[in-house]
């Protein structure tokens, strides 16, 4: 970590539940409560309500980043257009001197100032928080007014914050919840709303009897898990070994090794590597199998419908899908996004260091 315990302890933070919301808590000191997640389906995030200052805005949820900003009257007036900005409340602290620069994946990069003030999200509320307002934003986000920012629920070891990191959402929030997790029942498109809840685990979203838990490794700030195995339909069984494995809410795709992608299009005569599209397509008409993964002793099946990402087009007068298992090439570690999260129920339990899985109910 590179904040320690002293900057934390130097951080007040509160928690308020509303009077109305009297079966949201099971004692006054420790909290819950179940946020409602809409899958905003041509861009494929999954976004939140957060009341953050004086605003409501919709951010992402992203387990694979550890940074909450959003769109703010900093930007330009062209880079507002569509989109909810974040007005600091009277109570907010501007963090002179301080700044950000977060870089995704993709390529791109938003940086901006840094406040401390109220968030509040279901009857969740940080008084004293920190809320990174964009200065700069690359055109991808500007474009897509379907969300305001980003809710980064990682690790506060790779906040980007500066000079100081700072403590997320979720860590400033966690020692007043009855248990310190959140879980995730995402859902496909067409399907009622997903849930993302903190302070409890739902016995109700999940088929097992209990949920397999695996560790965690946090160190380089990612919900990190290890992979043992792999099946691709009922054909190809593999024990293979990954070590850092992403369960990523800010992924849309499965991003593998290329061993494992593969086999698992070797079983699809249609598929091929197309450089023009940047990975794997196939005939949309075609059968595909279902990919299964061992976890420890757990094994999560991604159904065939979620391994089709979405059509790209006509080639040689077939219509042809983009697969949802591409190849991981030279990221550094692997990423569960989407298609995994839609299955499974997951709890991020950042009390236990460990991630609990199970099949989701529908
Ligand atoms: C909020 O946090 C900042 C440091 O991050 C601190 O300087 C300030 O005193 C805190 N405000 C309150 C009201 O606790
Ligand atoms: C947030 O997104 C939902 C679903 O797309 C939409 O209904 C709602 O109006 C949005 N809220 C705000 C504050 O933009
Ligand atoms: C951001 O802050 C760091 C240290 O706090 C400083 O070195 C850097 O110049 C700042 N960057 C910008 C763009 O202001
Ligand atoms: C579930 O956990 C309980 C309590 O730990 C245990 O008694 C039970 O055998 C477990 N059930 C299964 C199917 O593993
Ligand atoms: C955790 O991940 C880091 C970086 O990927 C690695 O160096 C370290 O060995 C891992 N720790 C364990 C216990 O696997
Ligand atoms: C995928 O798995 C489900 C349940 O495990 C099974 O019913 C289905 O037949 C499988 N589909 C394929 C194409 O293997």
């Known amino acids: 970590m590179i904040w320690g315990s002293h900057v934390q302890a130097a951080l007040y933070t509160c928690i308020v539940i509303a009077l109305a919301s009297a079966e949201e808590h099971t004692n006054k000191h420790k909290h819950r409560s179940s946020i409602e997640v809409t899958l905003v389906p041509d861009d494929e995030f999954f976004v939140v309500p957060m009341q953050i200052g004086d605003s409501t805005l919709n951010l992402s949820i992203d387990t694979g980043s550890s940074d909450l900003w959003t769109f703010s009257s900093r930007l330009s007036p062209a880079e507002q257009i569509g989109h909810n900005l974040y007005k600091p409340s009277r109570h907010a602290q501007h963090l002179d001197h301080y700044n950000f620069t977060t870089s995704y994946a993709e390529g791109t990069t938003v940086s901006g100032t840094v406040y401390k003030d109220k968030i509040k999200l279901g009857s969740l509320e940080a008084l004293n928080s920190s809320v990174q307002a964009a200065e700069d934003v690359p055109i991808s986000f500007v474009t897509q007014t379907s969300r305001d920012g980003i809710l980064g629920l990682g690790f506060g070891n790779i906040n980007t914050v500066r000079p100081i990191p700072q403590p997320t959402f979720f860590e400033s929030i966690k020692d007043e919840l009855e248990t310190p997790v959140f879980t995730t029942a995402l859902r496909r498109e067409g399907e009622r709303a997903g849930s993302l809840d903190f302070g409890f685990i739902d016995h109700r979203k999940y088929k097992e009897d209990n949920l397999s838990y695996t560790p965690v490794n946090q160190s380089d700030g990612l919900w990190a898990i290890r992979l043992d195995g792999y099946t691709v339909g009922d054909l190809t069984s593999k024990q293979f070994r990954v070590e850092t494995v992403a369960v990523d809410t800010g992924t849309s795709i499965l991003m593998l090794p290329n061993q494992i992608v593969h086999d698992y299009y070797a079983q699809i005569p249609s598929a091929m590597n197309e450089p023009s599209m940047n990975g794997f397509i196939f005939d949309c008409d075609e059968d595909i199998p279902n990919l299964s993964m061992k976890i420890g002793?757990?094994?999560?099946?991604?159904?065939?419908?979620?391994?089709?990402?979405?059509?790209?087009?006509?080639?040689?007068?077939?219509?042809?899908?983009?697969?949802?298992?591409?190849?991981?090439?030279?990221?550094?570690?692997?990423?569960?996004?989407?298609?995994?999260?839609?299955?499974?129920?997951?709890?991020?339990?950042?009390?236990?260091?460990?991630?609990?899985?199970?099949?989701?109910?529908?």
């Open 297 to 362: 002793d757990y094994t999560a099946t991604i159904p065939s419908d979620l391994m089709a990402y979405a059509k790209v087009g006509q080639l040689h007068g077939e219509t042809k899908c983009f697969g949802s298992l591409q190849s991981q090439k030279d990221l550094g570690f692997s990423v569960l996004g989407h298609p995994f999260l839609k299955c499974q129920y997951v709890v991020f339990d950042m009390g236990g260091m460990r991630l609990g899985l199970g099949k989701q109910v529908v």
